[in-house]
């Protein structure tokens, strides 16, 4: 069996040290503030204000941001995210089918 020593006084090592404990201070901070938030309940009562319609393309988006930041491998879906808000505000049906086709071919081609 080999063993792999790393040096700890290496920069390249301190460097990928803290930026992985950064990531993780600010995604606890980002959980614990999105748990406040839900408690409050302000959400809840705006999410059920919404259309049907509204809110499932917000959770679509949501999930599809959320799954990017997760897998780091975000290139293909840069702009899915916000052609799910392009696809709410289109002024009418042949626009929304434009956004709507746009967004398919970016979700297929990855």
């Known amino acids: 069996m080999r063993r792999v ?6 920069d390249n090592f301190s460097a990928a ?7 993780l201070v600010l ?3 980002a959980a614990a503030y999105a748990y406040a938030l839900a408690r409050r309940g302000e ?5 059920q204000a919404l259309p049907s319609r509204d809110c499932n393309l917000m959770l679509i988006g949501c999930a599809l941001l959320l799954g990017c930041f ?3 491998e975000n290139a293909p879906y840069r702009n899915i995210y916000f052609l799910f808000y392009a696809l709410k505000a289109a002024p ?7 956004v709507e086709n746009r967004i398919w071919a970016i979700w297929l081609a990855s």
């Not at 959400?43 to 999410?47: G, T």
């Not at 009418?92 to 434009?98: C, M």
């Open 43 to 47: 959400i809840r009562d705006a999410m």
């Open 5 to 10: 020593f790393i040096d700890v006084d290496d």
């Open 92 to 98: 009418d049906a042949e626009i929304a089918k434009q």
């Open 70 to 72: 997760f897998t780091a």
């Open 17 to 23: 040290f803290l930026a992985r404990l950064g990531e």
């Open 27 to 29: 995604a606890s901070l």
